[in-house]
């Protein structure tokens, strides 16, 4: 049945904006898939670890963010028996600088907190294997030396270091940056990241939110503070629009929980894999 608004001018605007917007929309998934990508998470597993211990079956609460010794060396041999090795978030922002894709089989491993026992990962597990890890530490836990305040010294931070490892910011406080007002928000990227700049021989441009959590605002700031890229969990609250620059401030991470058996993690690269 032919309407009368087949015939008048603005149907024929609307008409023409929606297929303009469709195959706009069109373009911008292509670019998406595109082998030269801005979005570095489509192009690298960034798998996120908290703890690693035996005790996550003892606290429901934690249970997500400790994994078992025994599944983490067998997580790390899964991913050196399937040719994959670790880069750094330094090397992803070079790679992507150069708008060059990391080479396949590229894998980030990274840990979140600066808790004490991250040298401990890294000495039993990472270093024997060759494989590196990314430490997000927040700076307001850390003392110069030791002290067994359960967390990492910046003594520790250059261990880490030293030995191949690379530590980047996950603010000052963890306080959950959504609910921030913009002179502390600003504080807490800006003093976390000069702070850990002068303790470790890079600079510092990589900001994993604190429990992930962010918003149009907290993405605007970390790109105003200076910040190349903004990480988030896989559990994250996503406010904004994934494709476009902005996607470069909200990559997502694989949560690597207590009671992941290989089956799962396997699985779960896999489904990366066919991205
Ligand atoms: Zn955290």
């Known amino acids: 049945m032919k309407t009368e608004h087949s015939t008048q001018p603005w149907f024929t605007f609307y008409a ?13 998934v292509a670019t998406d898939r595109a082998p030269k ?17 035996d ?11 400790v994994v078992k010794p025994q599944e983490f060396q067998r997580q790390l041999d899964w991913l050196l028996a399937h040719q994959f090795h670790t880069i750094t978030f330094q090397e992803l922002l070079a790679y992507q600088s150069s708008n060059v894709r990391p080479p396949a089989h590229s894998v980030i491993l990274s840990f979140d907190d600066g808790w004490a026992e991250d040298v401990d990962i890294a000495k ?17 836990a850390v003392a110069e030396q030791d002290n067994g305040s359960g967390y990492v010294s910046w003594n520790q931070v250059r261990q880490l270091e030293a030995a191949g490892h690379e530590v980047q910011s996950h603010t000052v406080s963890h306080a959950p940056l959504n609910t921030l007002a913009p002179s502390r928000l600003e504080f807490e990227m800006i003093n976390s ?5 002068a303790h470790v021989g890079h600079s510092v ?4 939110y ?39 401030f909200q990559v997502r991470r694989f949560k690597v929980a207590y009671g992941d058996g290989i089956d799962v993690f396997a699985a779960r690269m896999a489904e990366h894999a066919q991205k």
């Not at 023409?16 to 911008?28: D, E, Q």
């Not at 441009?205 to 994993?208: H, N, S, T």
């Open 37 to 53: 990508t801005n979005h570095p998470d489509m192009a690298v597993p960034i798998l996120m670890y908290h703890h690693v211990g």
């Open 205 to 208: 441009e990589v900001l994993a």
């Open 210 to 248: 604190p429990f992930g959590r962010h918003d149009e605002r907290v993405i605007q700031a970390t790109r105003d503070a200076g910040y190349k890229l903004g990480i988030a969990a896989d559990d994250e609250i996503v406010s904004v629009e994934p494709r476009s620059e902005w996607g470069k």
């Open 16 to 28: 023409s904006a929606a297929l303009f917007a469709c195959v706009l929309s069109m373009l911008l």
């Open 124 to 140: 039993k597990f990472l270093t024997p294997r060759g494989m590196r890890g990314v430490f997000f530490v927040y700076t307001g």
């Open 55 to 65: 005790w996550g079956a003892a606290n429901a609460d934690w249970a997500p963010y």
């Open 193 to 197: 990241r000069d702070t850990m700049q």
